[in-house]
């Protein structure tokens, strides 16, 4: 019913910038609060980022002033710019969705992650 879709993963060098979006889309009546998380290998997935219908955003202490989430409602995207990225910030990032179908359920949806890698 309701499909995300990430994309702008990479390689990047140690200090670069990657930006992620995630695209929602399929029977949607309203999205509420939109995140990032991260899956480093062997470990748990973990909240990046957090933000509201309304804008209002939190983050992960290792992501402060390094990471910006935002949203564009009308195009039912999510961004997560990446900046001053280190070794350790190397996961696959993953995007969810609190999303209000149609038909009135609402499904906490997740995309299929997309690979960021910061190696030199």
């Known amino acids: 019913q309701v499909q995300l879709v990430e994309s702008g993963g990479g390689l990047v060098q140690p200090g670069g910038s990657l930006r992620l979006s995630c695209a929602a889309s399929g029977s949607i009546f309203s999205i509420y609060a939109m995140a990032w998380y991260q899956q480093a290998p062997g470990k748990q997935r973990e909240l990046v980022a957090h933000?509201?219908?309304?804008?209002?955003?939190n983050y992960a202490d290792s992501v402060k002033g390094r990471f910006t989430i935002s949203r564009d409602n009308a195009k039912n995207t999510v961004y997560l710019q990446m900046n001053s990225l280190k070794p350790e910030d190397t996961a696959v990032y993953y995007c969810?969705?609190?999303?209000?179908?149609?038909?009135?359920?609402?499904?906490?949806?997740w995309g299929r992650g997309t690979q960021v890698t910061v190696s030199s």
């Open positions: 969810h969705a609190d999303v209000t179908v149609v038909a009135g359920t609402l499904l906490g949806c």
């Open positions: 933000i509201t219908s309304g804008g209002s955003t």
